[in-house]
Nanobody, 123 residues
Framework: QVQLVESGGGLVQPGGSLRLSCAAS????????MGWYRQAAGKQRELVAT???????DYTDSVKGRFTISRDNAKKTVYLQMNNLKAEDTAVYYC?????????????????WGQGTQVTVSS
């Protein structure tokens, strides 16, 4: 059983900062790419940022220069530092990870999601 647990969401004023964390736990053999997605009310879920096991990161254009994704492999945790937040960043943020687990029949790679954390940017 693998779990992703997010924390760090909340209410912040425009121009403010928040740091999201997502910790993986359970029967984990290896964690591949980790990422953050978000879903605003009435909209589809969209990719925000990803980081692979080697530390290479990619961002959607709307957050480049404002958000930074990082990971601590020893802690099995991915972070999203969000600066200069805007009202349009308001959404539920979800952590995602490709995780390999060892089973009796071999190694299986699954796609896992956290429960989501609300980020609201408002004055």
């Amino acid at each position: 059983q693998v779990q992703l647990v997010e924390s760090g969401g909340g209410l912040v004023q425009p121009g403010g900062s928040l740091r999201l964390s997502c910790a993986a736990s359970g029967n984990i053999f290896k964690i591949n790419t980790m990422g953050w997605y978000r879903q605003a009310a009435g909209k589809q879920r969209e990719l925000v940022a990803t980081i692979n096991s080697g530390g290479s990161a990619d961002y959607t254009d709307s957050v480049k220069g404002r958000f930074t994704i990082s990971r601590d492999n020893a802690k099995k945790t991915v972070y999203l530092q969000m600066n200069n937040l805007k009202a349009e960043d308001t959404a539920v943020y979800y952590c995602n990870a490709g995780i390999a687990t060892k089973t009796a029949v071999g190694t299986i790679v699954g796609d896992y999601w956290g429960q989501g954390t609300q980020v609201t940017v408002s004055s």
